[in-house]
């Protein structure tokens, strides 16, 4: 067990909707990445959020946004959801920001887009 | 930019065999390196690290050594077991001044299947 948490596990969804993703850091750590898991594109990076800023962006759509509250959990915002955004999504958490501390994942939630 | 590349899977080995899964990276700065493990149904864990160049990261067995000069990071393990079947992913992660923000680049996973 990471530490980590992730709600829902799994999430069933029309193409238009608007989901949310929440997930928990382990205590202590400032930082929560996302991480998008299809067969395509393998693991790619979304976004960071540090201390409740966002720190960094990756290949991130304009449909998602995310935020981190000041209780450090985070949520993921997917809206006008397309087929293509079927996946398994992932944060994780790390002490702070930078490439020297390591990151812990959560279990991750499998999104369906029907 | 910065990408990783690993060795096309499946691999499939016998119990007691060597393992060798290859990973060679490109990065604009120096960056530090990882091997992550997914078994099925779960989410990533982090098997080892390496922050420097020729630092070797150990767990469970497995073993990798950042080699700068070649921009290489391979995992090896000297006798695998059944319960090692899984998806091995390595992943860089830049310490160079703006881009220091800890996101981890992947490799595309190599899926490990040990047979007794």
């Known amino acids: 067990d990471s530490g980590v948490t992730q709600t829902p596990k799994h999430l069933i969804t029309a193409t238009g909707q608007r989901v949310t993703l929440r997930c928990s850091p382990r205590s202590g750590d400032l930082s929560v990445y996302w991480y998008q898991q299809s067969l395509d594109q393998g693991l790619q990076f979304l976004i960071q959020?540090?201390?409740?800023?966002?720190?960094a962006k990756g290949n991130i759509l304009e449909r998602f946004s995310a935020q981190q509250f000041p209780d450090l959990h985070s949520e993921l915002n997917l809206s006008s959801l397309e087929l293509g955004d079927s996946a398994l999504y992932f944060c994780?958490?790390?002490?702070?920001?930078?490439?020297?501390?390591?990151?812990?994942f959560g279990p991750g939630t499998r999104l369906t887009v029907t | 930019g910065d990408s990783v590349t690993q060795m096309e899977g499946p691999v499939t080995l016998s119990e007691e065999a060597f393992l060798t899964i290859n990973c060679t990276y490109t990065?604009?700065?120096?960056?530090?390196l990882f091997w992550y493990v997914q078994y099925p149904g779960e989410g990533l864990q982090l098997l080892l690290k390496?922050?420097?160049?020729?630092d070797k990261g150990s767990n469970k067995g497995f073993e990798a050594t950042y080699r700068k000069e070649t921009t290489s990071f391979h995992l090896e393990k000297g006798s695998v077991q059944v319960s090692d079947s899984a998806v091995y992913f390595c992943?860089?992660?830049?310490?160079?001044?703006?881009?220091?923000?800890?996101?981890?680049?992947f490799g595309q996973g190599t899926t490990l299947q040990v047979k007794p």
């Open positions: 990065a604009t700065g120096y960056p530090s």
């Open positions: 959020y540090y201390n409740g800023e966002e720190r």
């Open positions: 390496a922050t420097k160049a020729d």
């Open positions: 994780a958490s790390s002490p702070g920001t930078g490439g020297f501390y390591e990151q812990y």
């Open positions: 992943a860089l992660s830049d310490r160079g001044g703006s881009s220091n923000t800890g996101k981890l680049i």
